[in-house]
């Protein structure tokens, strides 16, 4: 049997209709479908059991689905499972590794799963490793290395198959600020290189960041399927913080707008659309505030998707 | 384009569990291979040197060269049994078994890797014993296709068990109540120590009904050529035992139980 790895028309992954319901009558989907076109990089976001690592969960093979279809690269996850996991590569939200296994050996055992000898493997697992500082760890059993050397650890052991969809599920959970940037612009750089990347994440920044479209999903259905530019655009408002130059005694009257004084050397204002912040200023000024720095309040794409949510729930 | 063929990746995919549950049991050696050595040579002392003398002849061998065999066969169905069921359950319980299951590996190629593994644990703890076995007692094989063939069968047929028992255990609990409750007294009332005959009818007939009993005495069969059950009995049985047990497993596996959600 022959399969072939490339079909370049298709979508990189289809959902259609999926539901999941589990053994305790818990359903956790509801008919979701999206699909994410080759070369994307592609954010599910949702709260805590809304259904995204169920999601995940089918297309990878480790959840049975109860109806509806997924595929990958066009291959059913179920009637042609060795085309889809093929062209895929998992990176899933716990550890999920030999914990006495050395770093290189776990890398170099998952590429002879997909049927690359370990003379094959070992010039791509090093390659890996390296690009992801883990080169000098691997004769350590993997339960030595830190809680990021582990999410690395996981997206190295994904990838030495050269999979063309790689699904992270909350990949930089727990890991610090300067190793989630690195690992942002490994990511990155793997999206240009024409790997389709599909990520779920609670950093809301990280997905405005770097995915370029989004579905949110809620108690297992999907509530927004956009791209992450046209789902901003649909902010109607929002709020920025002021930092004052010395105290003010009251917030300021600025007519139009909404304005609150959270102490005495910080603003909050909410600009609606169609204001201008630059407006805001020359009123703080003709008012006497002299303003040292703003910033948004929160993520941008963290409003709308509270916004989305509540709506949703309401 | 790159094509992939589906039996060249499982070809691979094969050789990887193999190589990986075979590296497992080496480097963890002290757990593995040294214990059934330790125990085994305690046997042959306490039970061969000290009181074998005074038992003399059994089954028409002296007491040494009677035991030998047994235990040899006991060391290998106890850990071929016990390196799938401990190997498989340890993967699942750290949940890297999600390692193969989101790879294109065949539920028949996971099967068969993990039985060459405990066939490969077994084969050693066997080759161990017997080597030890040498420095009391004078073994000649009486029949090495039967010697050969009995041994892989049987570690085959008890990594089947070995798997089945790691697929369905939810704790670490569960992996041991089968050896200790099962395969042990099946093992020691299964003729290690004793030849059938000494038996009255009754527990002779009884015994016949354990399976352990035609494994051990086929092997002491092509060992010293003498046994108290025929040989093609004992290779019908496990011929049947295995295709059973490899059916039921890739049933098993093929539902993920255990292992899919």
């Given at each position: 049997m022959?399969?072939?790895?490339?079909?370049?028309?298709l979508p990189a992954l289809a959902v259609h209709d999926l539901s999941k319901v589990y053994g305790n009558g818990f359903q956790a989907l509801k008919g979701v479908s999206f699909e994410v076109q080759?070369?994307?990089?592609?954010?599910?976001?949702?709260?805590?059991?809304?259904?995204?690592?169920?999601?995940?969960?089918?297309?990878?093979?480790?959840?049975?689905?109860s109806t509806g279809s997924a595929s990958v690269m066009g291959f059913d996850v179920n009637d042609q499972a060795f085309g889809a996991r093929l062209n895929l590569g998992v990176v899933p939200q716990e550890f999920n590794f030999n914990q006495f296994e050395?770093?290189?050996?776990?890398?170099?055992?998952?590429?002879?799963?997909?049927?690359?000898?370990?003379?094959?493997a070992l010039?791509?697992?090093?390659?890996?490793?390296?690009?992801?500082?883990?080169?000098?760890?691997?004769?350590?059993?993997?339960?030595?290395?830190?809680?990021?050397m582990k999410r690395r650890l996981m997206i190295a052991r994904a990838l030495v198959h050269g999979p063309k969809v790689l699904i992270l599920d909350e990949p930089t959970a727990g890991v610090d600020i300067e190793l989630r940037r690195s690992m942002w612009e490994f990511l990155r750089e793997l999206n240009a290189a024409g790997t389709t990347i599909i990520l779920t994440t609670h950093y809301l920044e990280e997905a405005e960041q770097l995915c370029r479209n989004i579905a949110i999903i809620n108690k297992g259905e999907i509530v927004q399927l956009t791209s992450v530019r046209q789902l901003l655009a649909q902010m109607t408002s929002e709020t920025f913080v002021f930092d004052l130059q010395g105290n003010a005694d009251k917030a300021p009257e600025l007519e139009g707008y909404h304005a609150q004084l959270v102490s005495p050397d910080c603003l909050e204002i909410t600009v609606e659309r169609g204001q201008s912040i630059n407006d805001v200023f020359t009123r703080l000024t003709g008012a006497g505030v002299m303003v040292r720095s703003m910033r948004p309040k929160a993520n941008r794409l963290e409003e709308l998707f509270v916004s989305l949510v509540r709506g949703a729930n309401a | 384009m790159k094509e992939t063929n589906l039996m060249a990746v499982q070809w691979v995919a094969l050789q990887t569990i193999v190589a990986?549950?075979?590296?497992?049991?080496?480097?963890?050696?002290?757990?593995?291979?040294?214990?059934?050595?330790?125990?085994?040579?305690?046997?042959?002392?306490?039970?061969?040197?000290?009181?074998?003398?005074?038992?003399?002849?059994?089954?028409?061998?002296?007491?040494?060269?009677?035991?030998?065999?047994?235990?040899?066969?006991?060391?290998?169905?106890?850990?071929?049994?016990?390196?799938?069921?401990?190997?498989?359950?340890?993967?699942?319980?750290?949940?890297?078994?999600?390692?193969?299951?989101?790879?294109?590996?065949?539920?028949?190629?996971?099967?068969?890797?993990?039985?060459?593994?405990?066939?490969a644990r077994g084969v050693s703890v066997g080759l161990i014993v017997t080597l030890l076995s040498l420095y009391f007692t004078n073994l000649s094989i009486h029949h090495l296709g039967v010697v050969v063939s009995i041994i892989l069968l049987s570690a085959i047929l008890f990594s089947l068990g070995g798997f089945i028992n790691g697929m369905h255990a939810r704790s670490f609990d569960d992996i041991s109540i089968i050896p200790t409750f099962v395969i042990t007294p099946l093992t020691y009332l299964g003729g290690v120590f004793y030849?059938?005959?000494?038996?009255?009818?009754?527990?002779?007939?009884?015994?016949?009904?354990?399976?352990?009993?035609y494994m051990v005495n086929t092997f002491r069969y092509g060992i010293l050529g003498v046994s108290d059950v025929s040989a093609w009995l004992s290779f019908a049985m496990m011929l049947l035992f295995i295709t059973l047990l490899s059916g039921y497993?890739?049933?098993?596996?093929?539902?993920?139980?255990?292992?899919?959600?």
């Open positions: 022959q399969i072939q790895m490339e079909t370049p028309m080759q070369g994307d990089f592609f954010a599910l976001l949702g709260p805590n059991g809304a259904g995204k690592s169920t999601t995940l969960g089918i297309l990878s093979g480790l959840v049975q689905k050395k770093v290189l050996d776990i890398v170099v055992t998952q590429a002879g799963y997909f049927g690359m000898t370990r003379d094959q010039p791509e697992a090093e390659r890996l490793l390296k690009s992801l500082d883990l080169w000098e760890k691997r004769d350590q059993p993997s339960r030595m290395l830190s809680g990021g | 990986k549950e075979i590296r497992r049991f080496t480097r963890i050696w002290q757990q593995t291979l040294l214990p059934p050595a330790i125990t085994m040579t305690l046997y042959f002392v306490i039970f061969g040197n000290l009181i074998g003398p005074r038992i003399g002849d059994m089954g028409g061998v002296d007491y040494m060269s009677f035991i030998v065999p047994g235990l040899i066969m006991m060391s290998v169905i106890t850990n071929a049994y016990g390196n799938v069921a401990s190997s498989f359950f340890s993967n699942k319980f750290q949940r890297s078994v999600e390692e193969m299951m989101v790879a294109p590996v065949h539920p028949g190629t996971i099967l068969l890797g993990y039985v060459l593994g405990g066939v030849s059938m005959s000494l038996l009255p009818e009754f527990w002779q007939g009884l015994s016949r009904l354990n399976p352990i009993l497993s890739l049933v098993m596996l093929k539902r993920g139980v255990g292992m899919r959600q």
